[in-house]
């Protein structure tokens, strides 16, 4: 079975503060992609960040860089210099290569920015 | 580029009707996903599409079932409606399996 754990329900940062958010995920295929999708109040699912499991390099986009560990199947997010904006629901995904082709969510983390 | 666009926005509806939700993909893309989102269970998936042909399916009784067209428009469509009916439900598109997903705003259903 594919899961994915999302350790921290909630979690607040002051403004401008580096936060990390935490993702361990258990599959026991080779190819995959990991995500992190922020949703804020509006309710729609944005993407932050993709990380190609065969890549060694980890991403970054902006502010927001991950740290992908993949024999500790470890995948957490980092946001720097964090802005009110970034206040949202992040929820940790991944996606097998070929297959079974679904995003397996873990629960999400409420992240508030505080001004 | 347009987004994912989900119709209804929201919808009330009672125990027992039936229920049509409609997401237009982002223009090329051929695969079409569709998720629930509950405070209690979370983003679980329902079901996949890509050219007209359901891939996948999520553990979901028989009551839920899903369809898509030639132009890559998707419909889901809930018989019988149960009062756990209600949640955010979320459309998800992308260009190709296993590529990043794009979603829509969702359709936040409402059983009373």
């Known amino acids: 079975a594919q899961t994915v754990t999302q350790s921290q329900p909630e979690m607040s940062v002051q403004e401008a503060e580096t936060v990390t958010l935490s993702c361990t995920y258990d599959?026991?295929?080779?190819?995959?992609?990991l995500f992190w999708y922020k949703q804020p109040p509006s309710r729609q699912m944005i993407l932050v960040i993709r990380q190609e499991a065969y890549k060694q390099q980890n991403a970054t986009e902006n502010r927001f860089s991950v740290n992908f560990q993949k024999a500790a199947k470890s995948f957490s997010l980092k946001i720097s210099d964090s802005q009110l904006g970034d206040t949202a629901m992040y929820f940790c995904?991944?996606?097998?290569?070929?297959?079974?082709?679904?995003?397996?969510f873990g629960t999400g983390t409420r992240l508030t920015i505080i001004p | 580029k347009a987004g994912v666009t989900q119709t209804p926005r929201y919808l009330i509806k009672t125990r027992g009707q039936q229920v049509t939700l409609s997401c237009s993909p982002i223009?090329?893309?051929?695969?079409v996903s569709w998720y629930q989102q509950t405070p209690g269970q979370g983003l679980q998936f329902l079901f996949e599409?890509?050219?007209?042909?359901?891939?996948n399916k999520g553990n979901f009784p028989g009551r839920f079932s899903g369809r898509q067209f030639s132009n890559s428009r998707s419909e889901m469509n809930v018989s019988t409606l149960e009062l756990g009916d209600s949640a955010l439900y979320l459309c998800a598109s992308s260009l190709e399996v296993a590529t990043e997903a794009f979603f829509g705003q969702g359709t936040r259903l409402t059983v009373v």
């Open positions: 599409y890509f050219s007209e042909t359901q891939r």
């Open positions: 223009s090329g893309h051929r695969s």
């Open positions: 995904a991944f996606i097998v290569n070929f297959g079974n082709e679904k995003l397996t």
């Open positions: 599959t026991s295929e080779n190819n995959y992609y």
